[in-house]
Every structure is written in structure tokens, then in C-alpha cells.
């Protein structure tokens, strides 16, 4: 079964930027996603990575041209840097993943993610 490991949260001011980081082990799936959930918000699929036959990802359109998700295979971690940041980003993140099989598809679907970091928070303020 996958682990997954987040870091690289904290708090800072609008406007600034910050790198989360997520270590799988003992490797990366093919379907990864950072999801947040805010105070008195439902949890949101920020931004998804499909690395199988292909490449995909996908942003929420709260965070489309300010964060990005990335890889690096030879370390097995996900990235999302976060440019940009608003007081309304101000949530815990979590990474997510499918573990096993997966079709770029699935990746769209938020049940499909069933094993879960113990998250890190991010807080911007004004």
C-alpha cells in the first residue's frame, strides 16, 4: 500500500508563494491529487496529475494560472507550487491518491482517491 507524506506548508501573506511537497512511497501512482478543504468549506480537488499512457492534469478553476502541479519520478513526489496566494487559499492540503490501476478518467472522479496524507496547512492572511 502507498504512503503518502506532505510538507512545505506554513502561513504567510497574500501575494506570496509556497512549494508543497508530497513523498510517496515506496513510489508514486499513476493518479495523484492535491485536494484542500477550508474552514466551513467542502473539500476541493485543486489540482490532479495522470502520468500513465500520456500525461494530464487538471486545476480547479479557484487556482488555474497561480498553482501547479508537478512531478518528479525519480523521487516519487508530487509537487504543487502555489503562486499567487489569497486569503481564500487558506485551507489544510491534502495528497491524494489512486491506489493500483488507474485510467485518466478516474483521475476526474474524487472517490477514486483512497489513500490519504495526513495533510499540511496553508494560511494566508490579508
Known amino acids: 500500500q502507498v504512503q503518502l507524506v506532505e510538507s512545505g506548508g506554513g502561513s504567510l501573506q497574500a501575494g506570496g508563494s509556497l512549494r508543497l511537497s508530497c513523498a510517496a512511497s515506496?513510489?508514486?501512482?499513476?493518479?495523484m491529487a492535491w485536494f484542500r478543504q477550508g474552514p466551513g468549506k467542502e473539500r476541493e480537488r485543486v489540482a490532479h496529475?495522470?502520468?500513465?499512457?500520456?500525461?494530464?492534469?487538471y486545476y480547479a478553476d479557484s487556482v488555474k494560472g497561480r498553482f501547479t502541479i508537478s512531478r518528479d519520478n525519480a523521487k516519487n513526489t508530487l509537487y504543487l507550487q502555489m503562486n499567487s496566494l489569497k486569503p481564500e487559499d487558506t485551507a489544510m492540503y491534502y495528497c491524494?491518491?489512486?491506489?493500483?490501476?488507474?485510467?485518466?478518467?478516474?483521475?476526474?472522479?474524487?472517490?477514486?482517491?483512497?489513500?490519504w496524507g495526513q495533510g499540511t496547512q496553508v494560511t494566508v492572511s490579508s
Open positions: 491524494a491518491a489512486v491506489g493500483g490501476f488507474c485510467v485518466q478518467s478516474w483521475a476526474g472522479f474524487d472517490d477514486k482517491y483512497n489513500v
Open positions: 496529475s495522470y502520468a500513465g499512457t500520456g500525461t494530464a492534469t
Open positions: 515506496p513510489r508514486s501512482t499513476i493518479c
